[in-house]
């Protein structure tokens, strides 16, 4: 039923920004991560720095609570992200007529996510984990950066999703470790989203504090979406025909109604 597929992505989608997003508030309350200073003064809504430690610390939550939720829902639907949804039907391996659909519960999922993190009075401190291009960086390479990002986990995630030679028991860990080795690379420098979904609603979350990130929202929703459209045809081209699963067979079929499924 669509209406299964829809629950699983919104709670994807809120484990990816409260826990994720969570971690990152939990090391401002101890330290590990701090507000940067913009002209000697500290600024509200501009990038964060990261101890090493703490660094490590956000990566595996971001990476750990994906990968739970993968294997928790891997048999209903685990995209948990707009950019994989978009690329998914860009290759024909997802259906064009639900992605409305699967855009709302994720877009709804993390905006949740968001919401519970106001239950902690310190993620003012971290704009709630708001992503924004660090002051040292520049736009066109933190573009860059959040497009190839997503471009290699988008062949990952088409590797799980669909090919049959692929190990099905490694899929969570597959996907995970992409995420902690992103964040790992590019945390401090973009704030590694990967995830548009994630992006808007932490920005929408922290406006009030962190306006900068409403306004630089435009780079996270349009990178991670040109990343995985290209990670998906590569896939697509690389993957010899025998191997690649069947697309999904609603495909061919009149689509249900939320309410019949």
């Known amino acids: 039923m669509l209406v299964r597929k829809l629950t699983a992505e919104f709670i ?53 609570s ?3 939720a993968i294997y928790a829902f891997r048999f209903v639907s685990f995209h948990f992200n707009p950019a994989v949804t978009l690329g998914l039907a860009c290759v024909g391996r997802f259906p064009w007529r639900y992605v409305p659909a699967y855009w709302l519960a994720q877009f709804a999922g993390a905006l949740v996510g968001g919401l519970f993190l106001w239950g902690f009075p310190e993620g003012v401190n971290v704009n709630f984990g708001a992503t924004v291009v660090s002051l040292e960086f520049s736009f066109p390479l933190a573009f860059l950066l959040e497009a190839v990002l997503t471009f290699l986990l988008m062949l990952a995630f088409m590797a799980v999703a669909t090919d049959i030679r692929f190990p099905a028991g490694a899929s969570g860990i597959a996907i995970g470790m992409v995420l902690v080795i992103s964040f790992l690379f590019a945390g401090t420098y973009t704030g590694a989203s990967l995830n548009p979904a994630r992006s808007l609603a932490t920005a929408v979350v922290a406006h009030q504090v962190a306006s900068e990130a409403l306004r630089q929202v435009w780079l ?41 499924g």
């Open 12 to 64: 994807g989608a809120f484990v990816w920004v409260f826990v994720g997003c969570g971690a990152i508030v939990v090391q401002g309350v101890l330290g590990g991560v701090e507000m940067k200073p913009l002209g000697g003064e500290q600024v509200k809504g501009m990038g964060l720095s990261y101890q090493p430690a703490a660094l490590l610390s956000v990566a595996l939550a971001f990476g750990l």
């Open 66 to 68: 994906v990968a739970v």
């Open 220 to 260: 996270y929703l349009l990178a991670p979406a040109i990343g995985a459209v290209a990670g998906a045809f590569l896939y697509e081209f690389l993957r010899p025909a025998e191997f690649a699963k069947s697309a999904p067979e609603d495909l061919l079929v009149p689509a249900p109604s939320l309410e019949t």
